[in-house]
C-alpha cells in the first residue's frame, strides 16, 4: 500500500533487538518494488550514525537531517550516489539544500517537506505554507527532485484521521503541487507505536493536465489549481479551521 517506507535510527545496528526482522522487511518490500530508506544524520555532532550498516541493510536510499553545510551536504550526496544510493534530504529551508549552483541532488533524489499544512494537529501559516511549496515546485521542475510532504496528527493517530478535514487540507495540498509522496501519521513518526494507517486517496484520478503553472489563490483563505477536469483547492486560516475539497469543471 505504500511507495516509500522510511525506517528509523538505531535499526541498523546488529545490537538492535529488530535488526533481523527489519532485513526481512527490507527485502521483502524490496521485491514488491517498494523505495526503502534509512534515517542517517548527517551532522557529524549528532549520532554519528554508521552509513555503511544502514545500507547492509538493503534499503536503496539515505535521508539526512538539519544543520549541515553545503559542502559536507555535497561530500556525501556524492559518496552514496558512488554506491548506487538514493538520497532524500531533510531541511526546514529548501533553499538550504537545492539553492546554487553546486547542488548535486538529481532526478533519483528526494527532498522532503515536514509539517506540511498540519503539524502536531494543529493548523500552519497558508502564507509560510505556499512560499515555501512554490520553491519546491520550483527546484523540482528545474532538477527533476521528487517532493515529499508529512502531515502529522497528535499522538496517537485516530484511525479515522484520514476523514478529517486536516487531512484533507493536506492531501489536496500536496496534489495541486503536483508533488510525488504524501503521508500522515503522528507527530513521533510512528514511533511508538510502529503503527502506520494508510488512508485512503480523496481522488483516484484528477486529470490528464493542469491549467495553470502554479498554485493560484484569490484570497489569503483559498488556493486552488485546475486541472481539464477539476478545480483542486485548499481552504483556511492557519489557526482554527482548513480543509481540502475539488469541483467538477462545467466542461470535465
Known sequence: QFDLVVFGDGIASPSHGDHTNTQTIIQFLSNLGKLTFGYVDLGITKQNLS???????????????YN????????????????NLRVMMNAWNPDDVMSGSSMLLGSDDIYLLESYLISNGNYQSLAAWKIKADKCLSYASLYG????????SSTPISPSFGLTQQFSQAWFGTVIYNFQYFQA?????SASNNVLYAFENLLTSYGNSWQTADV?????????????IYILQIYGDGVTYGNGSFTLLSNG
Not at 145 to 152: D, G, H, P, R
Not at 216 to 228: E, K
Open 51 to 65: 552509513i555503511l550498516q544502514m545500507q547492509a541493510m538493503g534499503v536503496q536510499c539515505i535521508i539526512y537531517d
Open 216 to 228: 493560484q489563490n484569490d484570497s489569503n483563505i483559498h488556493f486552488y489549481r485546475s486541472t481539464d
Open 185 to 189: 501519521t503522528d507527530i513521533q513518526y
Open 145 to 152: 527532485i521528487s517532493m515529499a510532504t508529512l502531515s502529522t
Open 68 to 83: 549541515v553545510s553545503r559542502s559536507r551536504q555535497n561530500t556525501m550526496i556524492s559518496y552514496y550516489h558512488s554506491l
